[in-house]
């Protein structure tokens, strides 16, 4: 038993002193320096780049959920299939061609890639809001309509607060992703922090590179790391302390 | 009291889950459905608050067209439990048994108010479990919030199906007797739903029994053990429902009917009071190598002595008339 | 819309090149991220807690994103001399590709019916015996379900490797957006998505066929 125990240490150790050294090497060649030298331009970006994640996030928020939630009704029940399908479909097609796709409607510059990106996020959102309302016991909305609670109480009550853990995961899959998706925004001339990676990647610059890849990173993880704590605020105490028993 | 006027249900695709069932519930007792799987209980207890819509024919409760309602309101006035006790995992214990209540607008103290009453009728202790969720509940426990959920808001009828089906054995035996007891003071209109006979003859003042969609026979437990009307209703009972009819009986029965022996012995292993039904005082008898059972009252004076041979007699004389 | 297949028409030779080298590059990626995932996934059954730990460090790199992920192994894979191409793309992929590997295969050896398990003790079976004719192939259609996301996942990240050079489908939409060749972005696209869903439909049918029937 001990020997998996030290193993395990081992393995993380590793893990920590690969990322440590790779930030020395990164802060000791100066590939940082850009934040600091040409702040201005980074931290625009830096904006650029959350007002494209945020607008396009709650777009599909306000679209997926109210969506997910139509089509789970019984008496919607046949769109459901059609929808799921073709969220699913969707889910397949690389994020690329959604954009570029787009663009070639649209043309280029911010709100083509916010499109895009809403039109991405939608799906593991509507996916999971059906998931989640869909693996709600159905016992417990039998007791709920027996009791004399009306479809609107059922679902705001009953059914959402216990689809919840579900929901919010696809919320978070779907902005964690866009964090980095958007970085493919400054392809269509939509700005963003993606516009340091390219300009890296064209002009073999590392300090671009690093300036633009390492914060789009910690942002991912970042905001990963809040929403996971977030779900504790939003999802009932019951169902948290159920899943950890579970 | 609830009544069922010719009321049948065809699923669709044509499936006759009950077929022109007649039958009243009387005021203030149980009335338990019984049959194998599939015979159309659930669907008959579902129909009396429109779960399922009626195809045909009526039913009334108190006096009152359950289709002339709306479905809300008729649902609100009728206490639902079922198997898997449908508690809601997101809500805590007093959130659960005062969701009703809280939907009517009762204020937070006359909510609080019922929640400790039917924690303390249910035997939980109110203050212990008022924060707790369903889940740190045992399935027993969680039955008994069920059945205080479904009183939540007074209501004079109950529908209950298989309410004890998925405890075990021990516990079930506790909470059926904790039920009838918690019955004596609320005095409902209850549909039972069971495909357990000893259950049905426990807990029922009447016990209709249903075969296809059919009703086959509606009678007091004692009744239909001892005249069942057909082949069906006696192959389901069972060709030991004289024991079980023993059940039914207790010991004051059975000195009711009998005089009793003096007490003979100076010592007895076995010791029953006058509320233990006939079934367990034969059990006790069978199970030891006593010949004999004292009975004593209630502060546990002796009143007289029974043996096997009485019980067996009362069984004969009482019960065998079929 | 026309011109598109007229686009594609007059190009075929080159998207069916390029179609290929996408598949080699995701072909050879998966290939390797299988050869490695699904042993790891395996011996973690053995070890938890080092389970939790390779499992939380790979949903971190899922975590990255794929451009930043290339951006970031330029200026290291330099230092060898092969900052853009293929090999930073392939080494991207094979990254991406274990967290649904290993976590599908970690979970369905670990949740192979503990009976099934017994009676092939109860027979006799070596551990390696048992693993190969018994784990492996029980475990199989979850592993299969892994593999299938992790080519998914690798067709489209693979479009974006494009941006650094590792050739693909993606070329077309990274020269047709410099070129402002519209047909050329929309054949693009069109072909990735076609690879990505015959990939997928491809196999997730290879997935239900050895799926046993009661399950
Ligand atoms: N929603 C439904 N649709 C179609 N048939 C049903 C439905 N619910 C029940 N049935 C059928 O009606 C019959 C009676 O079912 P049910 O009332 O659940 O029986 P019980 O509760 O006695 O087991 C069965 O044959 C069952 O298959
Ligand atoms: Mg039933």
Redesign the pocket.
């Known amino acids: 038993m001990e020997k998996t125990k030290v193993f395990t240490l081992v393995f993380k150790t590793l893990f920590f002193l690969l990322i440590a050294l790779f930030f020395s090497w990164g802060i000791w060649n100066g590939y940082f320096s850009m934040i600091f030298t040409e702040s201005e331009r980074f931290l625009l970006l830096l904006q650029q780049h959350l007002l494209l994640v945020v607008t396009s996030s709650l777009m599909a928020v306000a679209v997926a959920i109210p969506l997910g939630i139509f089509v789970t009704r019984p008496r919607f029940a046949k769109s459901e299939w059609f929808v799921l399908n073709t969220a699913n479909l969707g889910q397949t097609i690389p994020v690329i061609a959604i954009l570029a796709i787009v663009m070639t409607y649209l043309g280029i510059g911010f709100n083509t890639a916010v499109f895009a990106l809403f039109v991405f996020s939608l799906l593991p959102i509507l996916r999971n809001t059906v998931a989640g309302l869909n693996s709600v016991d159905p016992a417990m909305k039998d007791a709920a309509k027996g009791m004399g609670l009306t479809p609107m109480q059922t679902l705001w009550r009953i059914e959402m607060p216990n689809a919840m853990f579900t929901i919010m995961a696809g919320v978070r899959t779907a902005i964690v992703m866009n964090i980095g998706t958007a970085a493919l925004a400054s392809l269509v001339g939509g700005g963003g922090l993606g516009d340091l990676i390219f300009a890296g990647i064209n002009l073999r610059d590392n300090a671009y590179l690093f300036s633009g890849a390492v914060p789009v990173t910690l942002l991912a993880l970042t905001v990963d790391g809040l929403l996971r704590l977030s779900e504790r605020i939003f999802i009932p105490k019951g169902l948290q302390e159920a899943a950890k028993s579970a | 009291m609830i009544e069922f006027d010719n009321v049948t ?1 065809i ?3 044509n ?1 006759k ?2 077929d022109q069932v007649s039958l009243t519930v009387p005021q203030g007792s149980v009335a338990v ?1 019984l ?12 129909m009396v608050n429109r779960l ?1 819509p009626i195809t045909d024919g009526n039913i009334t409760v108190n006096g009152m067209d359950t289709k002339s309602l709306n479905e809300i309101e008729l649902r609100r006035k009728i206490g639902y439990v079922i198997q898997s006790n449908g508690l809601f995992p997101n809500m805590t214990i007093e959130q659960n048994v005062t969701i009703v209540p809280n939907l009517l607008g009762w204020d937070r103290v006359k909510q609080r108010d019922r929640f400790n009453y039917l924690m303390d009728l249910v035997g939980m202790e109110p203050d212990q479990f008022r924060n707790r969720y369903p889940h740190e509940l045992s399935g027993g426990q969680q039955q008994r919030v069920g059945i205080a959920r479904a009183m939540a808001a007074d209501p004079p009828v109950m529908l209950m ?1 298989e309410p004890f089906g998925a405890l075990d054995p021990i516990i079930r035996t506790h909470i059926q007797k904790e039920f009838l007891q918690i019955q004596q003071e609320v005095q409902k209109t209850i549909l039972f ?1 069971s ?1 357990d006979i000893d259950e049905a003859i426990k807990m029922g003042d009447r016990i209709a029994i ?1 075969k296809d ?1 059919s009703l086959m026979q509606y009678d007091a437990p004692t009744e239909l053990l001892a005249q069942p009307k057909n082949q069906f209703v006696q192959d389901f009972v069972g060709t030991d429902r004289s024991i079980k009819s023993l059940s039914l009986y207790t010991v004051a029965d059975l000195l009711e009917y009998k005089k009793p022996k003096p007490v003979k012995k100076s010592s007895f292993n076995l010791k029953v009071d006058l509320d233990t039904s006939l079934r367990e005082a034969m059990a006790m008898l069978f199970n030891e190598t006593e010949q004999e059972l004292l009975v004593v009252d209630k502060n546990n004076q002796p009143i007289c002595e029974v043996t096997i041979t009485d019980v067996q007699q009362y069984l004969q004389e009482n019960t065998q008339t079929a | 819309m026309w011109s598109v297949f007229e686009y594609m028409s007059h190009n075929w030779s080159q998207i069916v090149d390029l179609t290929i080298e996408h598949f080699q590059l995701v072909g050879s990626a998966v290939a390797i991220a299988i050869l490695i995932g699904v042993p790891i996934g395996i011996y973690l059954t053995t070890n938890k807690a080092l389970a939790e730990s390779v499992l939380q460090i790979c949903s971190i790199i899922m975590t990255i994103p794929s451009i930043a992920l290339f951006g970031l192994m330029i200026p290291i894979l330099s230092i060898i001399n092969q900052g853009i191409g293929f090999v930073p793309a392939f080494i991207a992929l094979v990254l991406y590709s274990q967290l649904p590997i290993i976590r599908n295969t970690y979970v369905a050896i670990s949740d192979v019916d503990p009976a099934i398990r017994d009676a092939a003790k109860g027979i006799g079976m070596t551990t390696w015996q048992r693993l190969m004719k018994v784990e492996i192939p029980n475990a199989f259609p979850v592993i299969m379900a892994g593999v299938r996301t992790a080519v998914v996942l690798s067709i489209g990240i693979g479009a974006i490797a494009a941006f650094i050079g590792a050739g693909g489908l993606g070329v077309l939409i990274d020269q047709g957006i410099s070129r402002t060749n519209r047909d050329m972005v929309i054949a693009g696209a069109i072909g990735v998505s076609i690879l990505s869903i015959f990939a997928d439909t491809s196999l997730g049918f290879i997935q239900k066929r050895f799926t046993p029937k009661s399950a």
Not at chain 2, 35 to 46: A, E, M, N, V, Y
Request: glycine share 20%; proline share 4%.
């Open positions: 249900k699923y669709k695709g499936i889950a009950v459905f049959g194998p799987s599939g015979c159309g209980k659930t669907t008959l207890l579902r399922v199906d739903v495909h249903f969609g």
